[in-house]
């Protein structure tokens, strides 16, 4: 029972590196969760008197056990076309929680996540494991059943992938939540040249409304997504300004119920992509709980 509290102990020690790393695997906070206690399970299981180096080893599990479930879903026949906004951290607009801190470290926003998910599932490995974690490829290779030469291609591949990504440029807080609130505005004005003016010309708007309402969809260019503004100016509902995966978002509400979680990245003072979520089903599994309320 000592032993096995022990054990307990030790890999508390390791969860938000373990939660980081099948985060930036999965996407999703449900299923990162869903790895580490696999990887709990397996420790527990073991006989881990002969492991010198515990944080390794669990990295290993965790890496192997995302690998498979990435391998998994990308197999489904069932799952949706289409572009998939991945599940979002989300904290006060005041501040991130230090547990998400860790877990949003070098910078992981969402735009990142939708640039991973278009990777395949060992490229995704590679990159996360090594770029973001600083895991050697002659660890890594085991995990892919690659060379090291082929695992370091893999992770070359992705990274240049990521490098096409429209990122945060270190702004500030301040200056992107000033970028959103001019969108926000705009878009209840109706003010179509407010709205230009705040949008990268390549802007991209990407919504998951749920299969009932036909999945997910893409819009590219300003001019195009202006004309989504309608989407932000519902009447009736309670908008929040919130951090998602630690940038500037809102939650919109009524009656005390989500409609809607959208993300922003905002590069140079101009809004570079958004990140919407509409359908239902996700919104009831979204974890709130960092908000206090």
């Known amino acids: 029972m000592k032993d096995q509290q022990w054990l307990a102990e030790r890999f508390e020690q390791h969860r938000g590196r373990l939660r ?104 995704r490995l590679a990159y996360v494991l090594h770029d973001m974690f600083d895991m050697p490829f002659d660890e890594i290779a085991p995990i892919v059943e690659r060379s090291p030469q082929a695992a370091r291609q893999l992770a070359s591949r992705a990274r240049r992938r990521v490098r096409g990504a429209p990122l945060p440029d270190g702004s500030g807080l301040t200056a992107q939540r ?36 036909g999945g997910s969809v893409e819009v590219r260019g300003a001019g195009t ?25 809102v939650i919109s509400s009524r009656d005390g119920r989500p409609v809607s979680v959208i993300g922003f990245t905002v590069t140079a003072g101009k809004i570079t992509e958004i990140d919407i979520i509409v359908d239902p089903d996700r919104l009831r599994q979204l974890d709130l709980s960092a908000l206090g309320d």
């Open 178 to 213: 000033a970028a959103v609130d001019a969108f926000l505005a705009a878009s209840r004005d109706g003010d179509f040249d407010a709205l230009i003016a705040v949008l990268h010309p390549d802007v991209v708007y990407r919504a998951d409304r749920g299969a009932a309402a």
């Open 20 to 123: 980081a790393v099948a985060y930036r695997m999965l996407g999703s906070l449900t299923e990162a969760d869903d790895a580490v206690q696999e990887a709990w399970l397996r420790l527990a299981r073991a006989d881990a008197s002969g492991v010198e180096n515990l944080g390794a080893w669990l990295t290993t599990i965790v890496a192997r056990v995302s690998l498979n479930m990435l391998r998994a879903r990308h197999g489904r026949p069932e799952e949706p076309l289409g572009p998939h906004v991945a599940e979002p951290v989300i904290d006060p607009a005041e501040g991130t929680s230090p547990e998400h801190e860790a877990l949003l470290a070098d910078g992981v926003g969402l735009a990142l996540l939708v640039v991973l998910q278009e990777l395949s599932p060992a490229e």
């Open 225 to 249: 997504v202006a004309g989504q503004a309608a989407a932000f100016s519902q009447r009736g509902l309670l908008i929040r300004p919130v951090l998602i995966n630690g940038t500037p978002g």
